[in-house]
């Protein structure tokens, strides 16, 4: 079996349809495992939750889809993404609103358990270094774990007592051993490592591995729809530069 693994869409249908796409074309998935952050930021939050749903996809909740649905505060987001979150819930259908009130924050997904930021702090927390590992491997009952919030791949793996970050490298196949790993399948919507392009990860269950692939999308198309949507400039210049 094969599963696509995605997170942080932040609305972006155009980068949303470019994973499904090369997903299929690179060997086709069984299913969807998404990590969070489905809304927030981009322009498209309805046909994001529609294609998920489309295909049956297991979701956890982000931090943007909680204050999407009023389950949080926006507080501690800065302006930008505070104007985008009001705009997110003032576009949101009733069924979609349901749908966001309704995730789970974690789900076990043998052998993975899936969560947006961390196992100490589900929705907030960025899983960045060895504290918030360690947080997360004492309290992990599954051998991995899959965690999305900070628009970063890495891999992370407990050797013996050890904990190192390594880089999730696109291409190359990472085998799943007996050692316990936390992995991080970059930023479908809004990446983060200056490179603008969609990142994914597809786990395949026969061969063992996990596997990172980047695509391209139609950035302008989506930044067109944001500038309709009167949304921050910053945003949408952000998006060029993978930021
Ligand atoms: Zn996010």
Redesign the pocket.
Known sequence: MRTLIL??I?SNWEALTAVIDDATERGGFDRIWCL??IV??GPDPGLCISLLRQHNAQAVA???DVVAVGKASSADFNYAAKAAIEWTSNNLSAEDNRYLSGLPTVITAEPFTLV?GTLRDHVNEYLLERDSALATLERLETRYCAV??T?LPFICREDGGAISFIEFAEEQAYPLGEERLIINPG?V??PRDRNPRPSYAIYDDEANNVLRHRVEYRIQDTQEKMRDAQMPEYLIDRLNHGI
């Open positions: 997170s942080d932040h969070g952050d927030g930021y982000g931090n943007h947006h999305g919030h628009h930023c919507g809004q």
